[in-house]
């Protein structure tokens, strides 16, 4: 956390002011000293100053050579997907993102990409889909929602040999807590709509990437395609990572407080967070995490959807809402809302059972978290009733 918050501390201060904030510069265009002479700029599409402090933040931020930021988490989804060709293969984790999925599944199946889904949580399983066809494997670790933890550097050693690129969308860790690229990923992706711009107020999405050679292509697509993240947006979340290492010391202390709570509850089947000794995935965790997330999911000994609303009724300061990663706590149901696009049968293969619940913790106070999430069982209908623990 203290390597975070010194490459924090070298934001540029603006040289023709002395402005602490980083500018923002709304402008779509740069007058040139002549035609190809610049100071850098010459179309807010292809570069702009406030982005570009971004773009370098988060390349610093993940130890990488090349960051880039774009109009949401799906448009650095799309521009990394562009470097596939018609017969190329993917294999990701199988209780991927909903967004993730839609966009592999009714974008680029029909253009000749497949896509296996494996359960990543042990390397192994990735071997028997493994092919020279293989040109991405796609990891989320911990993964949206049953976080399960993928075991980066083994990942990566089959990837490399099979001449594969490894992608990990670090939106849940951050880099506060994960550096993918030190642990052999190709390509790090974030939802900055997420963690990093924290505040529920910007929908945007990072790149950052080892080796030059393959920043370069991307920031070709991202150019060509247009799916830029604007100066407005590049400032908040600039501003929101100013304070991300404060913002995940306490949603990891609320999430480990509530999990615990969680896990001690008679009405509670499954808890899934992987700061839980019990977790599957605990010990590749500690490994390769500084802390566990902000991110708790959980299943109702009532497995039905019923139950689960039943639960996302009473809740206070838990909000019911899409996203997740921000200041104020959320609560969600993937099934009907974020990975509603997966059939219902492939969900359930993967974990997301109906009445899992998917839990944001916010940087409230860990005990206002607790007593709404133990007031809101208590008043759960369709479950039988039970004491409390």
């Known amino acids: 956390m203290q390597e975070i918050t010194k490459i924090i501390q070298q934001l540029p201060i603006d040289p023709l002011t002395g ?61 990394v997907l562009k470097l596939l060709q018609s017969g190329d293969e993917i294999i990701a984790v199988d209780d991927i993102y909903g967004g993730s999925y839609r966009l592999f599944t009714h974008v680029y199946e029909k253009f000749g990409v497949k896509v296996h889904y494996v ?22 670790t911990p993964t949206n929602p049953t976080l399960k933890i993928a075991d980066i550097s083994a990942i990566g050693r089959y990837a490399h040999a099979a001449g594969a690129l490894v992608v990990v969308d670090n939106t849940f860790a951050s880099p506060v807590l994960q550096k993918p690229l030190e642990l052999g990923a190709d390509i790090v992706l974030h939802s900055a709509t ?36 604007g100066p407005w947006d590049s400032w908040l979340t600039i501003r929101g ?40 995935g605990h010990d590749v965790a500690a490994r390769q995490q500084t802390d566990f997330g902000g991110m708790v999911s959980f299943t109702l000994k009532e497995n039905t959807e019923e139950a689960a609303l039943s639960f996302l009724a009473q809740t206070r300061f838990f909000k019911l809402a899409e996203s997740l990663g921000g200041v104020k706590s959320l609560v969600a149901h993937p099934a ?26 916010g940087i409230e106070a860990a005990q206002d978290l607790q007593a709404d999430i133990l007031k809101s069982l208590s008043q759960t209908t369709h479950c039988p009733t039970s004491p409390i623990l």
């Not at 010391?249 to 999990?259: F, G, I, S, Y």
């Open 241 to 280: 990572i100013e304070t991300l290492p404060l913002r995940m010391e306490a949603h990891c202390r609320n999430a480990r407080l509530v999990a615990q709570t969680l896990a001690e509850h008679t009405l509670v089947d499954q808890v899934y967070y992987p700061g839980l000794p019990q977790h599957p």
């Open 19 to 79: 402005a602490i904030s980083v500018p923002i510069y709304q402008t779509s265009t740069f007058v040139q000293e002549a035609p190809g002479v610049h100071k850098g700029f010459d179309y807010a599409r292809s570069n702009n100053p406030t982005r570009l402090v971004l773009e370098n933040l988060i390349a610093q931020l993940e130890n990488g050579s090349k960051g880039l930021a774009f109009a949401s988490g799906l448009a650095a989804i799309d521009c």
């Open 336 to 361: 009907s809302m974020t990975h509603k696009s997966i059939p219902r049968e492939k969900r359930l293969q993967a974990g997301v059972q109906d009445s899992l619940i998917r839990l944001s913790c």
């Open 194 to 229: 997420k963690y990093l711009a924290g505040h529920s107020d910007v929908i945007g999405g990072l790149l950052a990437v080892k080796d030059d050679e393959l920043g370069l292509k991307l920031k070709f697509f991202q150019n060509a395609c247009g799916n830029i993240l």
């Open 119 to 140: 359960d990543a949580s042990s390397p192994d399983n990735i071997l028997p889909v493994l092919s020279a066809k293989t040109k991405l494997i796609w990891l989320e």
